[in-house]
T-cell receptor, first 110, second 109 residues
């Protein structure tokens, strides 16, 4: 158990819909990262927050947005969903170096 | 741009030694990580190198040469449970952790 909690674990929805993925980082970790992993693909960096502020941005689509709240939990919002958005979405947190990953949220868009 | 290269797939036999190579070109460098990922599961941390040289941790060792943009992960006394993907990741100058596509290792009896 990494200490990072992600909900929901599984989500099935239709094209055009909007979903929100939630992440609670390890206790005390200020930094949260979001990654997308499509089938048999590597981890694609989406976005990073540090203590509520956006710190770095990767190849995140305009249809996607994220935020980190004062209690340090983070949410990733995916809208106007397309079939290609089906993937595992991982959240990870860190204090000083190594990332600790949650179990991921598996999104299936039908 | 950012580029991290690893072999796509490797095979080895139980009890053997395998070396997984990683080359990188990134905008700045603030450390290199190796993670293990079993299919459908979260990546788990294996090792971290920020200075040149070898870091040893049990059956796993990781080497870094910053001047060559090169690292390897060495796995000794392979076990069946070591069958997994091994991900090389570099923390760049903007503190982003950029992952390679991973090397799928298959350990056979």
């Amino acid at each position: 158990d990494s200490g990072v909690t992600q909900t929901p674990k599984h989500l099935i929805t239709a094209t055009g819909q909007r979903v929100t993925l939630r992440c609670s980082p390890r206790s005390g970790d200020l930094s949260v990262y979001w990654y997308q992993q499509s089938l048999d693909q590597g981890l694609q960096f989406l976005i990073q927050y540090y203590n509520g502020e956006e710190r770095a941005k990767g190849n995140i689509l305009e249809r996607f947005s994220a935020q980190q709240f004062p209690d340090l939990h983070s949410e990733l919002n995916l809208s106007s969903l397309e079939l290609g958005d089906s993937a595992l979405y991982f959240c990870a947190s860190t204090a000083t170096g190594e990332l600790f990953f949650g179990e991921g949220s598996r999104l299936t868009v039908l | 741009g950012q580029n991290i290269d690893q072999p796509t797939e490797m095979t080895a036999t139980e009890g053997a030694i395998v070396q997984i190579n990683c080359t990188y070109q990134t905008s700045g460098f603030n450390g290199l990580f190796w993670y293990q990922q079993h299919a459908g599961e979260a990546p788990t941390f294996l090792s971290y190198n920020v200075l040149d040289g070898l870091e040893e941790k049990g059956r796993f060792s990781s080497f870094l040469s910053r001047s060559k943009g090169y690292s390897y992960l060495l796995l000794k006394e392979l076990q069946m449970k070591d069958s997994a993907s091994y991900l090389c990741a570099v923390r760049d100058g903007f503190q982003k952790l950029v992952f390679g596509t991973g090397t799928r290792l298959l350990v056979s009896p």
